[in-house]
């Protein structure tokens, strides 16, 4: 895969060396917030399916349309 331009190469680096493939280091180096700490984000599960479905398109995760909201949260943290 070649990939264009990643926003937060240290992000995508660390996520490279932990055994991530190159198209989800680059999805979740790229989104918009990459890199910002705080762990303030309450869990998916408290999470409605329009904001999963949301943060799925920002990520880039295929057949997200289709997906009910277990399968979304199943797709977003396994992605």
Known sequence: MDIPSIKNEDQYEAL????????????IANTPDSGKKGGKAKPYEQWTKDELYEQAKRVDINGRSKMDKASLIHALRNG
Request: charged share 60%; aromatic share 8%.
């Open 16 to 27: 490279r060396e932990k055994g991530y493939s190159k198209e989800k280091s680059a999805r």
